[in-house]
């Protein structure tokens, strides 16, 4: 199955336009962080702005090796975001012809760039009648001697859904008796709600995990991501390809990056406020009889149905709700799904903001039929 391209970033909030927009329910990440948390200027006055290391700056690089067993720094190459990641990943191991088995619905870029190297895509859906489950059985069916790389997100976006470690721990079995390489964004991996998932590439040399400061630390602004891989040999190919992209990154990002993650307590204060944002949504969704949902399990997003039997006219829908009540939801089509679905962001607005914000969706449901 092959995909339209959707030109979604023109319709991104920050495209669109902040200043038009009150209750953002769209973001999929917890509130933006102000730069004075982390550095004052003086820290930053006598920084030498020079090309940095190519994987990375050092320090950096082993902070985040601490947050994984068996990963050490040199398993880390520092990107810039978790989408240049993603990129790098897929531009040096695949070619035109060569086989993909990505999960679906997912992060745009994980089967946008795949398709723009002329891969040949198998789709493993996540349904919404099977409770956004994987099937084990489907993924084994897709795989097959030619594929190159198995790309799943967990948690998941947009759907908030999850595995099981045993499941992980199979599936990285399927691509090592395959001989093939598993691609796991773990974006969201700090946002559980419970025990945390553990990182793939901490699990196999068959792995590499892709994540970023983001969603879970509030600092999109930085644009510092990663990588992990214990295949030295696969790491070199990658620093090979992120040179012809960008050579480095920015040392002043980096730096900033030091100092959120010698923040700890910023985590715990970002989940506890996922949370009580959930609590809201459970409370809409048990009272919005034109909605349906499969709960999130981690993550700060959820995917949402509006009823097909609701009447519902979904394009007079996103446009009510955005022109009369300035309030902006990521609609389906901008993960190939239909708009009847809709990926609701709570980690970013504050209490107050998600629940006027829902508000205006009961109403503009009502308004659009």
């Not at 090979?240 to 204060?269: F, G, H, M, P, Y």
């Amino acid at each position: 199955m092959w995909f339209r391209r959707m030109a979604i970033e023109k319709e991104s909030p920050e495209e669109f336009g902040y200043e038009k927009i009150v209750y953002n329910l769209a973001e999929s990440s917890v509130p933006d962080q102000p730069l004075e948390l982390f550095v004052n200027a003086n820290s930053l006055k006598k920084l030498l702005l020079s090309y940095g290391p190519h994987g990375g700056n050092e320090e950096l690089r082993e902070i985040i090796a601490s947050h994984y067993p068996n990963i050490s720094g040199e398993d880390v190459l520092v990107t810039n975001g978790a989408a240049e990641a993603l990129f790098v990943v897929e531009a040096t191991l695949l070619k035109p012809g060569d086989e993909v088995v990505v999960l679906h619905p997912n992060y745009p870029s994980n089967y946008e760039v795949p398709k723009s190297l002329g891969c040949n895509e198998k789709l493993l859906s996540l349904r919404f009648e099977k409770n956004f489950e994987l099937d084990m059985d489907e993924l084994r069916s897709l795989i097959s001697p030619n594929t190159k790389l198995v790309s799943i997100t967990y948690p998941n976006n947009p759907t908030g859904a999850m595995i099981s470690e045993d499941e992980l721990k199979e599936i990285l079995e399927l691509v090592e008796e395959c001989g093939c390489y598993l691609l796991m964004d773990e974006t969201y991996r700090e946002l559980s709600y419970q025990k945390k998932l553990p990182s793939a590439a901490s699990l196999s040399h068959h792995a590499i995990s892709v994540s970023s400061l983001s969603k879970a630390y509030g600092t999109p602004g930085i644009r510092i991501g990663w990588l992990l891989t214990q295949d030295r040999g696969l790491m070199k190919q990658f620093i090979a390809t992120k040179e012809q992209i960008n050579i480095c990154n920015s040392v002043v990002d980096e730096l900033i990056a030091l100092q959120v993650l010698k923040r700890e307590e910023l985590l715990k204060k970002n989940i506890e406020h996922v949370k009580r944002n959930l609590k809201i949504v459970e409370e809409w969704i048990e009272e919005e009889e034109l909605v349906e949902w499969i709960p999130p399990k981690s993550g700060a997003v959820c995917f949402p149905r509006i009823k097909k039997t609701a009447g519902v006219i979904t394009p007079q829908f996103y446009s009510i709700l955005r022109k009369k009540y300035r309030t902006f939801l990521a609609p389906g089509h901008w993960f190939n799904m239909d708009d009847l679905y809709f990926r609701l962001g709570f980690g970013w607005p504050s209490e107050e903001e998600l629940e006027q914000g829902l508000k205006n969706v009961s109403k503009a449901l009502r308004e659009a039929k």
